[in-house]
């Protein structure tokens, strides 16, 4: 599933189906929950640990909200399906709106991808400011009441322990209390305390696919000119396990990201980080590091050890009450970009759920539909993962064969755009990756160089003619 194949958010779909959900944590992910739920209960109460000033913050409960984050073309879509004017309060704000076609430039696979002959639009912000925004939106949807400091304990039941009937928390007085709810969202990420939960209350936990990648990021911010744009991306590529991001944000900044995987760790000192950016392919991030001035001394480092996804979809039994979301179900290598927009993409699949049957059954109906939208960003994550001989965990079946067809498409894409293009709706989240396995772009990817014959004038006519999702 991506954003081409689930149907877009209508909130005139959901009927109301109970008087209060509660959703523990007040992330994308939780805040996205919170705004289709609304529409189906009367109050919808988000409980977040941190605090959560009015002002873009890196929160000390997400501690990856330090480090750049790239919004996909499915998440921009979804988030301002859920929240109208979400891109312009973005740009309020300070964001930016990039056309990455033009203004940016990825080094992948031993060179410059093409760049594609069509606009691609990408809105730069900081993690915390893309927050900032959807948490400002969320408080303005009816019945939505967001209460930060206030910290998760414990999931209430019935005598029986079938049904989650709400929470218990501690409050900003640090005094306990509880809060009933028809339905009990997890949204805390991958510190989830539900698959314990479950075992101490005789349920089988979910069973966990674990990708070992290893990756540490050390991310800075550098001053940018007001009239530059542009960004850089250069991922770790089999062997060489060293990557790098130049991506523009608020108040004339760029965040410069450099990631290193299996051990190979970029240094937390000024001197070595820029040594670390020069044995990159290509100077362009390391010429910026020099150039510009730092905004701050700090060097902000994040370990990431693996890939994880518990699969909630194939227990046989789950509490009625209660759903899982965002990284509390599957979390991937971040040099991927991919959370945020997975997060959102969750919530429009819930929404989809409870239009189609309410709250009867409603975890394992919606832990299948969200199997089906893991399932391709997993193997896209991972599958690049399992590049390098050093990666550790449950391989994908067919990981080898695609790997060695993206290897070849990637090479052709550095001079055909057409092939550059499709991996970007790709990696953005628009098709799905089979998309690229259709005979048009694999005729592409496979022809001679050079070739000018009938065939290949008869294929490069299709461009015009035949509709992507269709190729």
Not at 266 to 273: F, M, N, R, V
Not at 320 to 339: C, E, H, K, R
């Amino acid at each position: 599933m991506t954003l081409a194949t689930i149907d877009r958010y209508d909130p005139d779909r959901v009927s109301t189906v109970g008087e209060r959900a509660v959703v523990v944590g007040g992330s994308i992910a939780g805040l996205c929950m919170a705004r289709v739920l609304a529409d189906g209960f009367q109050e919808v109460v988000v409980l977040e640990r941190d605090s959560l000033p009015d002002e873009p913050v890196t929160r000390d409960g997400a501690p990856q909200t330090a480090h750049p984050h790239v919004m996909l073309e499915a998440g921009r879509a979804t988030l301002e399906d859920l929240f109208p004017g979400f891109c312009d309060a973005v740009l309020a704000k300070g964001g930016l709106r990039v056309d990455t076609s033009v203004d940016m430039r990825e080094y992948n696979g031993g060179g410059y991808l093409a760049h594609p002959e069509q606009s691609f639009l990408t809105y730069c912000a900081s993690r915390p400011l893309f927050e900032s925004v959807v948490r400002q939106q969320a408080q303005t949807v009816d019945g939505i009441i967001l209460r930060d400091n206030h910290q998760f304990l414990d999931y209430l039941t019935t005598d029986d322990g079938e049904t989650v009937t709400g929470v218990r928390f501690r409050d900003e007085t640090n005094e306990k209390s509880t809060l009933s709810a028809d339905l009990v969202v997890d949204a805390t990420g991958r510190t989830s305390r539900t698959p314990a939960w479950l075992s101490d209350h005789g349920y089988d936990a979910p069973s966990v696919d674990e990708v070992s990648i290893d990756v540490v990021y050390s991310t800075v911010r550098i001053e940018r000119p007001p009239d530059d744009r542009q960004m850089i991306l250069i991922p770790p590529d089999a062997p060489r396990t060293r990557g790098g991001a130049l991506v523009p944000a608020e108040d004339g900044r760029w965040e410069v990201i450099l990631q290193g995987i299996h051990g190979d760790d970029p240094p937390a000192e000024a001197d070595q980080l820029i040594e670390f950016a020069d044995s990159l392919p290509v100077s362009d991030i390391a010429d910026r590091l020099r150039s510009q001035r730092w905004v701050d001394d700090g060097i902000q480092r994040y370990p990431y050890p693996a890939s994880r996804r518990r699969r909630y979809e194939l227990l046989e039994e789950f509490p009625d009450g209660l759903v899982v979301t965002g990284d509390a179900i599957a979390s991937f290598n971040p040099i991927y970009g991919q959370g945020m927009s997975v997060s959102a993409l969750d919530a429009v699949l819930l929404h989809h759920t409870l239009a189609n049957g309410g709250l009867v059954d409603l975890a394992p109906r919606f832990f299948d539909r969200v199997a089906d939208l893991i399932d391709n960003v997993w193997k896209i994550a991972v599958g690049s993962d399992f590049e390098f001989p050093q990666t550790t965990g449950p391989k994908p079946r067919g990981t080898v064969l695609a790997n060695w067809y993206m290897t070849r498409l990637i090479e052709r894409a550095h001079s055909d755009p057409v092939l550059s293009k499709a991996f970007a709706r790709v990696t953005r989240l628009e098709e799905p990756a089979t998309t690229l396995l259709r005979p048009y772009f694999w005729w592409r990817t496979f022809r001679p160089l050079g070739d000018s014959g009938p065939l290949s004038s008869f294929v490069d006519r299709m461009e015009d003619t035949v509709p992507f999702a269709e190729k």
